[in-house]
């Protein structure tokens, strides 16, 4: 019952595929493409076009693009000039800003804000309540919690933007706060509710308020259920990824 | 103005009650019911379905129920497969996932999101911009203030989910972040932007991140306007609750 | 295409004026007041009525004041009772609740919830994700960030509101508990991820949780790129502010 082409807009220069579909009352600006097996639920908004558009009248749409086999669910909102990849996944009202780059296989969650001019990698996952602010450098398979937030300005307020720099297989936990002069390696843990600025090597364990090292994350004693180190944690997780974890041959993990 | 059935869908297995209304613009899903006198505002999805639903020719839409005397408002998303209690209040936005099981007069805030497969109580109150994981166990009588998140991995990313138990009358304050391996007593105050991980006994103020025990609520120095103890707050507050703070003969409070 | 007038409802009472453009399927309600060259784009709700609307039928709708010049973006939802000036700008899905009095040249973000019984002086930028509780006093030029949240109860739960009051050109970083018993002063700056209660005089440095007097501000090593002392900051910064930075001949600082 969702596909009804109510109150559906879409623009005569939208470019989209026959097979994806398109929810009720939702909205396709111009220069939007969507490709294959996408689905786009309903009261999206996708191309929305920025501040100019309504006061310049020279406002020039830059194109949007969403790859195929994606599934955007209700009330999202995505920019004009956001570029996402094939099978994209979103909770209900995430908004996607202009100039984010994201790559394939990403997920955002519910209220997820990605706030523009930022580049995303594959296969990473943002949970709900996610805030990732303009010009963030985001690697692959890197988890975002919730109520997590990439900040990019370290003397409030100035005009002066620095983004953050995470590594791939990073995970950061719930509730943490990383300044715009972080630059994270790869295969670290960032504990919850941690402030997190500076310089951390590949296989941090990364914990406080100012957060500090406090050792090899593949070191730490986090052990799954068959008493085996949880980290590098490709080994131990594999849903939704692209690889096997009881098949991984060459381990993925830091290199030593 | 805004009961006026426009671009209302209904499914016609929905059981609506008649003394029910349904406000412009919401969608309501096959196997849902609605109880007597519940008004539901504008722009809602109630029984909205899961990933299932889109990929998957053989989807079998779970039922929904939402009991009588509720207020949801507007934009929200209450999915397939949530059983509400009797006298819900939601704020805008609110998301309730599948298989939620909530007790009669709770309140859901703003953007407050319920991640499905948890259970929780009656009176409980989740303000805004609360998050609350999977598996979560909640009481009766819980109160949870905004940016609060309960998670429910402590090896992210693992495939072993632990929610966390919360009893009956405790309060979490602002941006906590509770651990999946949390388990708190009844009337318990966990502090602002705590967090909480591991076993509280009943009436104990919890506080710092990482949290720990500082004693025992009922003794701590917080005192009304009239020089009374605050807690066990019962005696103190009564709004909403069934019960008049001034005639409780038998207080309630953690057992001594 | 967005101004179609599809799906617009306004009504008879409210006072729009000729040049405010309203958005397909926003809905406005009794005795909203709509300034010159205003847009509201789609899907919002202006004077959206209290509980009382839906179960007394004497509910009487107070007036609802939008200024001159404003930017509602889509799916805001303005309540009956909040009086805002000129030049507001909205993110999306903001929401500003009863009785908030908010000044000109404001701008409230994404996710941003402003509670009600509010007063919020000019030129103060709320961005995303942030939560003002009810009877918080917020200056002039006071910026807050993501996830931090205003409180309003020291002793949960109680009948006993008390809003914080925050001094103009204070900053607020991302992730912040201010409790209700807060009272700031002016030109000061709360570092990221602190919990704040009691007083702090103007220029004060404020960091941590509980937060801690650091020292003065306008003394703390916060260099800009030309090795210039970056606070007060209005000698830095002045995009969209109301002086010109360079041209600046009293600064605008802390009293000495």
Redesign the interface.
């Known amino acids: 019952?969702?596909f009804?082409n109510?109150?559906v807009?879409i623009?005569e220069s939208a470019d989209i595929h026959p097979s994806a579909k398109i929810g009720?009352?939702t909205?396709i600006?111009d220069n939007v493409k969507i490709g294959a097996n996408t689905?786009v639920a309903?009261?999206c908004?996708i191309g929305?076009p920025t501040?100019d558009y309504?006061r310049n009248d020279e406002y020039k749409q830059p194109n949007t693009v969403i790859g195929s086999d994606g599934?955007i669910r209700?009330?999202n909102?995505i920019y004009a000039g956001a570029e996402i990849g094939n099978n994209i996944s979103t909770g209900?009202?995430a908004?996607v800003r202009e100039n984010s780059k994201i790559g394939n296989h990403c997920s955002i969650g519910?209220?997820t804000?990605l706030?523009g001019d930022c580049e995303i990698g594959n296969y990473c996952?943002f949970q709900?309540?996610v805030?990732v602010g303009q010009l963030s450098r985001i690697g692959d398979y890197v988890?975002i919690?919730?109520?997590t937030?990439l900040?990019n300005d370290?003397?409030?307020?100035?005009?002066?933007y620095c983004g953050s720099q995470i590594g791939s297989y990073t995970?950061i936990?719930?509730?943490c706060?990383i300044?715009g002069n972080a630059k994270i390696g790869q295969h670290c843990?960032i504990a919850?509710?941690s402030?997190v600025g500076g310089l951390f090597e590949d296989d941090s364990f990364i914990h406080g308020?100012p957060a500090v090292y406090k050792g090899k994350l593949s070191k730490m004693p986090?052990f799954?259920?068959e008493g085996k180190r949880?980290?590098p944690?490709p080994q131990?997780?594999d849903?939704g990824m692209p690889w096997n974890k009881s098949e991984l041959k060459t381990p993925k993990g830091p290199s030593q």
Do not use: C
Not at 154 to 160: A, F, Q, V
């Open positions: 019952m969702k009804t109510r109150r807009q623009s009720d009352g909205i600006y689905i309903n009261d908004i929305e501040n309504y599934l209700s009330h909102i209900h009202h908004i519910t209220y804000e706030q996952r709900s309540n805030s988890f919690y919730p109520f937030v900040t370290l003397t409030p307020p100035s005009e002066i995970q936990a719930s509730s706060v300044l843990l919850a509710n402030t308020s986090f799954n259920q949880h980290y944690w131990n997780f849903r």
